[in-house]
C-alpha cells in the first residue's frame, strides 16, 4: 500500500524482483491511452533495458483498450515504444481489446508472478514533464505517487 504524496516509488523496485530473468512479459491495462500513460509504458520498458543482459531478448506485450478520441495518436506513440525497446532487445507488441470489458490491471511474466495493480501502471501525480532541470521529470524517485495498491501472486 502506498500513500498519496509518497516519493521514493520506482518501477525497479515494484516490478524488476518479479520479472528479473523473464523472456516474455504481458501487461494488461485498459487505460493506456493518453500520451501521460503511453509514457509509463515506456519507462517500464526502460526498466527492462537498462536492466537485463544485453544479450537477453524480451517480449512485452500490452493489452490496453482503444482512445476512441485520438486513435491515431495511440497507435503512433504505440509504434514509438515498439521502435525504441527493439534498440534494446525488447520487442514490444500491443493489441487493443475490442471486448472493452478488462478492467483489472496487472502484470504476469514467464518467471511465474502475478502483478496485481490497482491503478496500473498510471502511478504517478502530475509532473512538469517539459522541465529538463527537474529531477522529477527523470527520475521516478523524485516523483510524488497516487495512493495506490500492488499485490504479487505465485502462480501455481
Known amino acids: 500500500v502506498f ?3 509518497q516519493k521514493g516509488v ?26 501521460h500513460q503511453i509514457r509509463n ?4 520498458i526502460e526498466m527492462i533495458a537498462v536492466r537485463k543482459a544485453p544479450e537477453d531478448e524480451v517480449t512485452v506485450h500490452l493489452i ?18 515498439e521502435t525504441a525497446g527493439a534498440a534494446a532487445g525488447i520487442k514490444f507488441t500491443w493489441e487493443i481489446d475490442g471486448t472493452n470489458t478488462i478492467h483489472a490491471r496487472h502484470i504476469i511474466s514467464d518467471t511465474g508472478w502475478k502483478i496485481s495493480l490497482d491503478r496500473g501502471l498510471d502511478i ?17 524517485a523524485y516523483r510524488q505517487v497516487k495512493a495506490f495498491e500492488v499485490t504479487y501472486l505465485r502462480k501455481a
Open 3 to 5: 500513500s498519496e504524496n
Open 10 to 35: 520506482t518501477f525497479g523496485d515494484l516490478f524488476w524482483p518479479w520479472i528479473e530473468g523473464a523472456t516474455k512479459i504481458v501487461v494488461t491495462d485498459p487505460y493506456i491511452r493518453m500520451f
Open 41 to 44: 509504458v515506456m519507462e517500464f
Open 64 to 81: 490496453t483498450g482503444a482512445d476512441d478520441t485520438y486513435p491515431e495518436k495511440q497507435q503512433s506513440n504505440l509504434i514509438a515504444v
Open 124 to 140: 504517478f501525480q502530475k509532473f512538469e514533464m517539459n522541465d529538463a532541470f527537474s529531477l522529477a521529470n527523470r527520475l521516478q
